[in-house]
């Protein structure tokens, strides 16, 4: 029976690795994900880093070596990621130049002490990208509204682009809007628009937290977070066959695909592959943490199923607003949460570089 992760791109959805350590490039193991189940892509974030770089030996030398020549644990940590990203990019090349550029592509993140800080941002994505210099890194931007002008330069500038931490319909069409008044000024300017990719990374499973413990036993539970990924993807379809689109595909450019986050269950009651089956949709990408992909491979069923969610949206989100649950709030909530959440992570790895350098220097 055909993987059910090729199965998945099969059908328009490039499934993506939500991790990354140094291990998994040189044991071989990304290769072989790359090449027995389909894998299309990487995305990696704070927290991603802080877990590989604290929970393993394998950074231990490097950082020895960094901070004997008197690196701060800032520089120390990019160094390491940089060199992990760029690792992992060519491993994805193949998939890259296959894919015409759509997929293939891996994601580092600006530190996230600069999400509200939009010329900060520009600074740190321009600097990421040049010190980088592959085709298929991505440069993730978290989606606040300062973000915003930081993603329509970056992508004026030919600069890939994943905007991350999107929770709400509202936020992710303002997002598509900086999408393309970036590509707009690009080919203003005289550029070319081909090659230039960028996804939109909207989370999932984090709002059903948040809606569930407000419905009561008898309401609506685990089906918020799905809905509102589904009005998302209405909003791509609609934004994406616009003329204003047709223009800017007409010099070549590609679409900025809805991306999945947050697609693992935290929920135990219900099934580990919950959220993906019920996302599957054609041009969109599903980032999974290791142990989801795994479960997928093992019993994922895919299908297309995003219409079954669209038609159950209207009549959800109605009977949520009559039980005084404000979506609004919560997403803006989540947006706020999530990136203190990652402004953490990085503030953590930076205690823990420093404290491994102070015993192995």
């Known amino acids: 029976m055909l993987n059910p992760l090729i199965r998945l791109g099969a059908l328009g959805q490039s499934p993506w690795y939500d991790f990354i350590t140094r291990d998994l490039i040189a044991s071989g193991e990304l290769a072989r994900l790359i090449r027995e189940d389909g894998l299309r892509g990487m995305t990696t974030n704070p927290t991603i880093f802080e877990k590989a770089i604290a929970g393993s030996d394998l950074y231990d030398e490097e950082i020895r070596r960094l901070s004997a020549g008197g690196a701060r644990p800032a520089d120390v940590f990019e160094a390491l990621a940089v060199a992990d990203v760029q690792a992992a990019c060519d491993l994805f090349l193949p998939v890259h130049r296959q894919s015409a550029g759509v997929d293939g592509l891996v994601s580092i993140e600006v530190s996230p002490t600069l999400a509200h800080d939009a010329a900060g941002t520009i600074r740190e994505a321009e600097r990421l990208w040049q010190r980088i210099a592959r085709p298929n890194v991505m440069i993730k931007i978290p989606g606040t509204a300062e973000g915003l002008a930081a993603i329509t330069h970056c992508l004026a500038q030919g600069i890939n682009v994943n905007v991350t931490l999107l929770f709400a319909v509202r ?5 598509v809007d900086a999408f393309f008044r970036g590509l707009e000024q690009r080919a203003a300017a005289g550029q070319p628009l081909e090659g230039i990719a960028s996804v939109a990374s909207f989370f999932v499973s984090r709002l059903d937290g948040k809606v569930d413990p407000l419905v009561g036993p008898d309401g609506p539970r685990a089906r918020a977070a799905i809905a509102n990924a589904a009005l998302a993807y209405q909003a791509f379809e609609e934004l994406f066959s616009s003329a204003r689109w047709e223009a800017l595909a ?17 929920d135990p009651a219900l099934p580990d592959v919950y959220y993906v089956e019920a996302l599957v949709a054609e041009e969109t990408v599903n980032t999974l943490p290791p142990a989801t992909f795994a479960a997928y491979r093992d019993h994922g069923q895919p299908e297309l199923r995003i219409r079954e969610a669209l038609a159950a949206a209207p009549a959800l989100f109605a009977d949520l607003a009559r039980r005084g649950v404000d979506l609004d709030a919560i997403t803006a909530a989540l947006e706020a949460e ?8 990085f503030e953590s790895l930076l205690g823990v570089i420093e404290k491994k350098a102070a015993v192995l220097v």
């Not at 936020?171 to 997002?175: A, F, L, Q």
């Not at 007409?250 to 935290?266: E, I, V, Y």
């Not at 999530?338 to 992570?345: E, L, P």
């Open 250 to 266: 007409a010099r070549g450019a590609m679409d900025q695909r809805p991306l999945w986050a947050s697609t693992s269950t935290k």
């Open 171 to 175: 936020r992710y069409r303002e997002v």
């Open 338 to 345: 999530g990136v203190r959440s990652f402004a953490a992570s």
